[in-house]
Nanobody
Framework: VQLQASGGGLVQAGGSLRLSCAASGRTFSRYNMGWFRQAPGKEREFVGWTGSSSTTRYADSVKGRFTISRDNAKNTVYLQMNSLKPEDTAVYYC??????????????????WGQGTQVTVSS
């Protein structure tokens, strides 16, 4: 499975961005997908999760501002980010949990990772 993240960029505080993560493979619909981010000097942190049934869960820091969706016909998962803050600045990664199963916010649950896309929010 290969994951290709895109859509990052520079945006002012309060603005919006939509990240995309395109996956290869025929079984994308079975995967749980996660978004993580890593800011300079910090550990990678969980952002959100979508299950194979399109249920979603979010980190408290982004709840109400970020929305994850998926289009199984396009093998793509999205991260819509609204009301962005400077503290959202990070490299954002998508990841696939090929085993499916339950919700997981730990990076070790995920089998495949995209290359990351930079999001910079200016104040």
């Amino acid at each position: 499975v290969q994951l290709q993240a895109s859509g990052g960029g520079l945006v002012q505080a309060g603005g919006s961005l939509r990240l995309s993560c395109a996956a290869s493979g025929r079984t994308f619909s079975r995967y749980n997908m996660g978004w993580f981010r890593q800011a300079p000097g910090k550990e990678r942190e969980f952002v959100g999760w979508t299950g194979s049934s399109s249920t979603t869960r979010y980190a408290d820091s982004v709840k109400g501002r970020f929305t994850i969706s998926r289009d199984n016909a396009k093998n793509t998962v999205y991260l819509q980010m609204n009301s962005l803050k400077p503290e959202d600045t990070a490299v954002y990664y998508c990841a696939a949990d090929a085993d499916g199963g339950y919700y997981c916010s730990i990076s070790g649950c995920y089998d495949y990772w995209g290359q990351g896309t930079q999001v910079t929010v200016s104040s």
